[in-house]
């Protein structure tokens, strides 16, 4: 494969295919450092108004229409339209050698772009590891954002340090085999914990806590900050101290109150329980009788 010069992000002609969260907002941030956003397929009428208000002025299009219009495609559609999207550009004749087509997908690395790769474009995955409202909101929140970036030629590698650069994130590297795993870790993280806070905003409003979010706020923060500098060892808590009774007292009131909640506190717990078995702060035969207690409340449950 030749290599190519390596555009720098203002020469850039960049089109977006795909005007959703994602796809709106880096449009717009690569558009305040300079690169040109050629024009935008936008399908449905939420897209179109995302566009409007992200990048006023930027023509809609038909996707291979901002295909042939650019230099840097991204493709920002859902994981299990990608490689269809891909397949039918290339098919159309809208992709061209020396191309750079990339994707905003966490899961999916370059073989899904295989058929970009066909026609000789080059192919790049280019994650950022965020949470997108598809507001302006989400320009001020990309500073520091780390990429996922899995690359196959220098060219394109540099291009994505520059994109990443213009950005003002930071470069992951993640190889090819390891994209999965990659995005089940943020996935994981970011998604369940919305998912978590939720659940523990329910228990604070049952026991009437008139602003759950509010009283959670600076407990969770200090946990998250804690959580994500010293790991494990930042846990505290019923479980780590061995407290039995107490946390048999939780699942009582959740049984009673939120039901729905003990699966994911239980499972939470075990595990919980078993990072302070392995790390010396939890004894066996006290983490032996925690698991007892979470267990028969699960049964209960779902019996």
Known sequence: MTDLVTP???SLRVGVVGAGRV??????????????????????DASRARAEVLLPGVATAKPTSVARSCDLLLLTVPDDM????AVQLAASGALRAGQYVAHTSGRHGLAVLAAVRRVGARPLALHPAMTFTGTPLDLDRLPGCAFGVTTDADDTARLAQSLVDALAGRLVAVPEEK?????????????HLVTLVTQAMGLLRESGAEDPAATL??????????ALTMGDAALTGPIVRGDVETVRAHLEVMARTAPDTIPSYVALARATANSAVLDGRLLPIRAAKLVGVLN???EKVTA
């Open 8 to 10: 720098a992000v203002p």
């Open 23 to 44: 796809g709106a907002v880096l449009g717009a941030a690569l558009r305040a450092a300079g690169a040109h956003v050629t024009a935008v397929a936008a399908e449905s």
């Open 82 to 85: 990608l490689e269809n999207v």
């Open 179 to 191: 994209r999965s795993l990659y995005h089940a870790g943020l996935a994981h993280g970011a998604n």
């Open 217 to 226: 706020r600076p407990l969770l923060t200090a946990a998250l900050d804690n």
């Open 296 to 298: 028969d409340a699960l």
